[in-house]
């Protein structure tokens, strides 16, 4: 009974916390823009971090080492340090944007300017990360997001005609209102958005926080591979539920609101208040866990004692990181610069940084010094390659494909 | 290596160089940032302490960040002037995804700093976890 509970609950909070700033964002303006056109990269995508989020998993419950141990170990300190500065700069970009998506919930919430609940957001943030348990952190927020299965419940009672999004869903090429360019560069950011390397980061080191073993790992692979794709679920639900009320009109997302405004649209006044505490679930939570992810990083590179699992005072440097990045983060936002074009550029340039985390991970999983009889078998290393092909393509492409569609403006 | 060094034989790159190292009371404290080499009384080389810290990084770096990265080390540490910590190879109980040490090792000295200066002056440093 215990073990399923346990079960229960891994399976709901990493449903709940799949959906993060980057998500909303992107899959509400990707739904307004091209419809379904694009629902299959949120496919790809989720079964690629399900891939390597199983491999991460497995690794940190086999050896206890997270995968910026790897990074290191694999590719020693000249091109880890390299890597490093790439992975925490995108995380760090990621938790401006979470940070900078609470303040934009809780200004739709109140009407009071974002810029003033910034600094707020930042407070709270880092009493969080200071003061409140891991696993409290990880289950209360990704609980909470669970609200925003309310998209779902939109997109159902919006009663839209399946056949059209289907066939939007099955075209092979964008709508006449956009050109190839654009159709691409959004997949990439799509791809991003679901493969952003800060998941595997926190996921593997969450993992060493909660004392994984051996045993974990069937508990660690039924989150994986029931939680992420339901979570993926409701990635398309905000894209369709955009796809069914924005696209017609013709209406392109540029704020928060936007990403709201088909619940609105359907449910009214109590949808919107249900949908408002899961933007603040999905990016306080996720902004909990970039923040977290930026002092694992850097703390997993030079060896220092990290985590939550000790008290601050024996992680002394892990700590110090955690309070700078956040006063930086917030310093950013300050600048007045706004926080959903943060997120668009934090998504594409975790694109760019996929194949720097995905490849000693895949590497390290292949190992049998480490992993003993736990090593990849063949299903999970074709899906590796492919993957890695895939990250490979999309982190090349996604420059030129930038300054090309201007962003895709 | 010869059969003169008792033990399991380690690849010194492979199975050493940059793995955690972890002390007896599982606390992490740093990583094998360099290795000294020794000959020994046969004329083998062998792996004779680890070191650890941006002193021994640095190096290994080359180039200007190692070069900076060596400067900025020593110009914060206490010494005149200062040599990286030294883990002697006799205090390593196994080789495994970390390399396990046997002492309680001390904190190093900017870490000292970080916590006195910063992370104990803000209330709740010392709360247990969970």
Same mark, same amino acid.
């Given at each position: 009974m215990k073990r399923l509970f346990a079960v229960a609950l891994g399976v709901l909070t990493a449903i709940g916390g799949f959906v993060d700033i980057g998500d909303l964002v992107t899959n509400a303006a990707v739904g307004s823009r091209f419809g379904m056109s694009l629902a299959w990269v949120v496919v790809v995508g989720v079964i690629g971090i399900c891939a390597f989020a199983e491999m991460s998993g497995r690794v940190a419950a086999v050896s206890q080492r997270p995968t910026f141990d790897l990074i290191r170990e694999r590719l020693g300190p000249r091109i880890g340090f390299a890597n490093l500065v790439g992975s925490v700069a995108v995380t760090f970009l990621t938790f401006v944007a979470e940070i900078g998506g609470v303040a934009l919930a809780l200004a739709l919430a109140t009407s009071v300017n974002d810029l003033l609940w910034i600094p707020l957001v930042g407070l709270v943030v880092w009493l969080v990360l200071w003061r409140i348990s891991f696993g409290v952190i990880e289950n209360v927020f990704g609980l909470m997001g669970l609200a925003l299965v309310v998209f779902a419940v939109a997109v159902w009672q919006l009663t839209p005609d399946w056949d059209v999004l289907w066939q939007q869903a099955t075209a092979t090429n964008p709508p006449a209102t956009e050109d190839w360019l654009t159709y691409w560069y959004y997949a990439i950011a799509l791809f991003g958005a679901a493969m952003t390397p800060y998941e595997v980061f926190f996921f593997s080191s969450g993992g060493v926080e909660e004392g994984w073993? *051996?045993?974990?790992i069937a508990t660690m692979r039924s989150n994986v591979f029931v939680g992420f794709p339901l979570g993926g679920l409701l990635s398309l639900a905000i894209a369709a539920s955009a796809a069914i009320v924005l696209f017609p009109l013709g209406v392109q997302v540029d704020t928060l609101g936007q990403v709201a405004l088909p619940v609105v649209v359907s449910l009214g006044k109590l949808g919107l208040a249900v949908t408002l505490i899961g933007f603040f679930a999905a990016t306080f939570g996720a902004a909990c866990e970039t923040g977290l992810s930026v002092g694992y990083s850097i703390g997993q590179y030079f060896g220092w004692?990290?985590?939550?699992?000790? *008290?601050p005072r024996q992680a002394a440097r892990f700590h110090v990181v955690l309070l700078v990045s956040t006063i930086l983060a917030v310093g950013v936002l300050l600048t007045t610069v706004d926080p959903i074009k943060v997120t668009e550029y934090s998504v594409v340039f975790s694109a760019i940084a996929l194949p720097l985390t995905y490849f000693p991970i895949l590497v390290v999983a292949n190992d049998p010094d480490y992993m003993g009889e736990n090593v990849n078998g063949r299903g999970a290393n074709l899906l590796g390659l492919i993957y890695l092909v895939l990250v490979i393509v999309a982190s090349v492409a996604a420059i030129p494909l930038m300054i090309l569609t201007k962003a895709g403006q | 290596m010869t059969a003169s060094v008792p033990g399991p034989r380690y690849d010194a790159a492979l199975n050493l160089l940059d793995r955690q190292l972890v002390d007896t009371d599982g606390r992490? /404290? =740093?990583?094998? +940032?360099d290795l000294e080499i020794a000959v020994d009384a046969s004329g083998a080389f062998r792996v004779s302490a680890i070191l650890v810290g941006p002193g021994a990084l640095g190096p290994r770096f080359g180039g200007r960040i190692g070069d900076w990265i060596v400067a900025v080390w020593a110009r914060l540490h206490? +010494?005149?002037r200062p040599i990286p910590r030294r883990l002697p190879? &006799?205090? /390593?109980v196994s080789v495994e995804s970390a390399v396990h040490v046997t002492r309680r090792t001390t904190k190093s000295a900017g870490e000292v700093w970080l916590d006195e200066h910063?992370? +104990?002056?803000?209330? =709740? &440093? =010392?709360h247990d976890p969970g």
């Open positions: 073993t *051996r045993k974990s004692q990290w985590g939550k699992y000790v *008290r | 992490l /404290v =740093g990583k094998v +940032d206490r +010494d005149e190879m &006799a205090e /390593v910063v992370i +104990d002056r803000i209330p =709740g &440093a =010392g």
